[in-house]
């Protein structure tokens, strides 16, 4: 009864009516939802993870697998995770979770507005003992997900402490496809990259990005916004950013796919991973009471 009394309150504190309310969403966990007339979208405050954003007119733009987990402790498979203060695996620490400890943790809801036709959902975590056994860091993180005819998500990561910070961050966004191997990425060619599934070697993107086996690569040195083409979905996904230098493209393909027990069998071929991050040599270095703010910028045309 304590957490539908809470759901109530923060709903009745927050809600927009015919806008924007505040619900129990899968496994029980708290989500807003978004009904705008320019767009829907739903934000769980597991992990500030936006799950869903469709905007009027166009269908559903992220994946979200039908074997996802919905629980604390565990990442939700699909959507946009938020990867801080590290990228994949911690360095040196093998049992530290991967990509970082804030997409598996319940955060906040700081505020809900309505501004013209776009509706912003601010969530925030921030420092504690619970963030301090991985990472001795004083910081606020706050995720600002706005929600209209395009999508913008913001990091906005505040050092709050005495000492420089330096991490890694990314959001870590599940595109849906019609059929991965259909699709392609434009806006790479030239860049580096680091493949993860041969040693991390450094190579060099020719032309459009195809998938055609399991694919990771972190694209190096790039603020390009990439265009995802679907000749099935027959849609063009412009993915813009703002203060990111790196773009993480993966597909699990079969092998991998098949050892995701999150991820039902043959889901690897309806999503491709365009992760608008700042990773590796490109983590962020940022000093006492300062502020970086990364964002991504999604919109959707036919084709
Ligand atoms: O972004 C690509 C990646 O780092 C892959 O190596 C793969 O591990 C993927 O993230 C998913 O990671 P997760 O911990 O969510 O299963």
Redesign the pocket.
Known sequence: MEAVAALAGLDREFGIPGIASVVEGNGGLSKVRITSPQATGEMYLHGGHVTAWKPAGAEEVLFVSSESRWEDGR?I?GGV?VCFPW??DKKGDPKAP??GFVRTKAWELESIAQTGNTTTVSMFTESGPDTKKWWPADFRLVHRATFGSELRLELILTNTGATPLRFEE?L?AYHRVGQIEKARVRGLDGVHYLD?TDQNREKTQQGEVAITSET?RIYLDTSAAVDLEDPILHRRTRIAKENSRTT?V?N?WVEKAHS?SDLADDEWQKMI?I?TSNVSDFAVNLEPGRQHRMELIVRVAGF
């Open positions: 990442a498979r995770p990228f994949g991967a990509h990314a870590h993860k990771d993480v993966w699990p995701m991973c992760e």
